[in-house]
Nanobody, 117 residues
Framework: QVQLVESGGGLVQAGGSLRLSCATS????????MGWYRQAPGKQRELVAA???????YYADSVKGRFTISRDNAKNTVYLQINSLNPEDTAVYYC???????????WGQGTQVTVSS
């Protein structure tokens, strides 16, 4: 089992920045890719960024140039730096970790990001 705990969400004005963190514990040796989804009210959960175990990154088109994902394998933590926030970024942000050898995706509890105009 892997446990994930997000932090860093909050209320921010448009144009501001936040840094989300996701700390993992448990059987972290099993983790491959990690990343972040978000879910806005009334919308489906969408993948915004992912990072492989060797640092290859993916970003959704809507966040390219504004979001940066990184991971510290020694601390078993993944980060999401969010810049130039706009109200459309308001959502609950969920961290995930893939354990591909057992075809399992672990989820955090989510952290709320609210952007005021």
């Amino acid at each position: 089992q892997v446990q994930l705990v997000e932090s860093g969400g909050g209320l921010v004005q448009a144009g501001g920045s936040l840094r989300l963190s996701c700390a993992t514990s448990g059987s972290t040796f099993s983790i491959n890719a990690m990343g972040w989804y978000r879910q806005a009210p009334g919308k489906q959960r969408e993948l915004v960024a992912a990072i492989s175990s060797d640092g290859i990154t993916y970003y959704a088109d809507s966040v390219k140039g504004r979001f940066t994902i990184s991971r510290d394998n020694a601390k078993n933590t993944v980060y999401l730096q969010i810049n130039s926030l706009n109200p459309e970024d308001t959502a609950v942000y969920y961290c995930y970790a893939d354990a591909s050898f057992i075809a399992t995706k672990y989820w955090g509890q989510g952290t709320q990001v609210t952007v005021s105009s």
